[in-house]
C-alpha cells in the first residue's frame, strides 16, 4: 500500500502524488533526488526527507528497502544566495497552510512572503501577541490572536508529556505552546502549519552564542540537535492532524546559511544578522532588526508553567511537577 505524508519536490518542481506514486514504479532511483518534507511508504519500502522533517520508521535521509538501507536522499538544488534561497523554499510551502506568527524576524519574514494567514497564540497581554498584532499590522497580514488560559495550558501539558521525546521543562513549554498553534490549525481546517524553526542555529540567534568561544562548533552541534526538535513538534502536531512545515530547514537554505562564515552570523551583538540582511528588503526594519524572545517565553506559557508547578507544592523543581503527570490530579 502506497502512502505520501507531506509533500515531495523535484528539481524546484512540486510532485502530486500520482507522480510520486509513478516515480516509485517506473524510475525509482530519482527518489535520491527528492526534497520537501516527505515520508513515503509503499509494501516494504520507505523513504524520508534529508534532514527528517516528517517522520516516520527509516532514518532520515533515507531509501529502506526490506529493512535495509539502499539510498541516501540528496535533493539536487543547486547552490542558492540566502535570499533566493529563502524565496524559493516559502514559495515551494505558501500554496496551504497557516503561518505561526510570533512577531519576530524568522516568522515574520516567511509570512510576508507566503501571505498566508496566520495565528498567534500566548497569554494574556504577552510579549509575542503584541509583537505578532504589531507585525500582522505592518505587513498587511490577517491574523487571529488565540488567548491562551492557565486551563489550556494544563490540558497542553497532559497532552504533550506523553509523546515528545524529552519532556524537560524547556521542551516540554515549546511543545505546551506549539500544542496550542496546531490545535487551533488543526480545528480551522489547517493541516500544514508555517514556522520558523532552525533559523536560530543556523544564524546564530541564541542569546547563549554572544559568549561563545568557538562559535561554528555551538552552531554545528545546535544543528545535529535539529531532528530531535523536529521529532518533538511534530509528534505534538500529530495530536491534531497537522504537520510543522519548516522553510529555514529547505536544503536551500541550509546550503546557504552554512556556507556564510560564524563571525558574520553575530557582529557587534547583533545575532542573526545575515536574516535580517535579508528581511529588511521585504518586511520593516523595525521588525527586522528587533530582537524577540523564544517562543516558551514570549507567549508566557513558560511562566503560566512555572505558576502551576507552585500551586501544586513544586516550589522548586518544575521537572518534579512535569514528572508528576498521569500519577496524580493537577489543579489550578
Known amino acids: 500500500m502506497f502512502e505520501l505524508k507531506g509533500w515531495v519536490e523535484l528539481d524546484g518542481r512540486k510532485l502530486s502524488e500520482e507522480d510520486v506514486r509513478e516515480i516509485l514504479m517506473d524510475q525509482p532511483e530519482m527518489v535520491c ?9 509503499a509494501d516494504d519500502y520507505c523513504a524520508r526527507d534529508h534532514f527528517g522533517i516528517i517522520t516516520g520508521p527509516c532514518p532520515p535521509g533515507s531509501i529502506v528497502e526490506a529493512g535495509k538501507v539502499t539510498g541516501h536522499i540528496t535533493p ?12 524559493e523554499s516559502v514559495i515551494l510551502r505558501k500554496d496551504e497552510g497557516v503561518m505561526a506568527l510570533s512577531g519576530g524576524v524568522d516568522s515574520a519574514l516567511i509570512a510576508a512572503l507566503a501571505r498566508r494567514p496566520c495565528v498567534a497564540v500566548g497569554i494574556e497581554g504577552s510579549h509575542d501577541l ?13 491574523c487571529e490572536y488565540v488567548t491562551v488560559t492557565k486551563k489550556d495550558v494544563l490540558e497542553g501539558i497532559s497532552a504533550v508529556v506523553p509523546v515528545i521525546p524529552s519532556p524537560d521543562p524547556v521542551n516540554t513549554a515549546i511543545a505546551v505552546t506549539m500544542h496550542c498553534i496546531t490545535k487551533w490549525a ?5 493541516q500544514r502549519v508555517l514556522a520558523g524553526q532552525g533559523a536560530d542555529e543556523l544564524f546564530g540567534g541564541y ?11 555551538d552552531l554545528n552541534e545546535d ?9 518533538r513538534d511534530q509528534a505534538v502536531a500529530a495530536l491534531h492532524g497537522t504537520y510543522i512545515s519548516m522553510p529555514y530547514l529547505d536544503v536551500r537554505v541550509v546550503r546557504a546559511a552554512r556556507l556564510i562564515p560564524a563571525y558574520e552570523k553575530i557582529v557587534d551583538g547583533v ?7 535579508v528581511a529588511e528588503r521585504v518586511i520593516p526594519a523595525g521588525i527586522a532588526w528587533q530582537d524577540k524572545k523564544a517562543m516558551q517565553y514570549g507567549s508566557g506559557v513558560w511562566r503560566t508553567i512555572r505558576e502551576l508547578a507552585r500551586h501544586n507544592g513544586y516550589k522548586r523543581s518544575v521537572q518534579g511537577y512535569i514528572n508528576q503527570f498521569g500519577v496524580r490530579d493537577h489543579g489550578i
Open 33 to 41: 533526488k527528492f526534497g520537501g518534507e516527505f515520508y513515503i511508504s
Open 76 to 87: 539536487g538544488v543547486g547552490t542558492h544566495g540566502l535570499e533566493e534561497a529563502i524565496i
Open 130 to 142: 503584541m509583537r505578532a498584532r504589531i507585525a500582522a499590522d505592518a505587513i498587511g497580514l490577517a
Open 186 to 190: 488543526g480545528e480551522n481546517g489547517h
Open 207 to 217: 542569546s547563549r552564542y554572544l559568549h561563545s568561544t568557538d562559535l561554528e562548533a
Open 223 to 231: 544543528f545535529i540537535r535539529l531532528p530531535g526538535q523536529a521529532e
Open 271 to 277: 545575532r542573526k544578522r545575515p536574516l535580517r540582511l
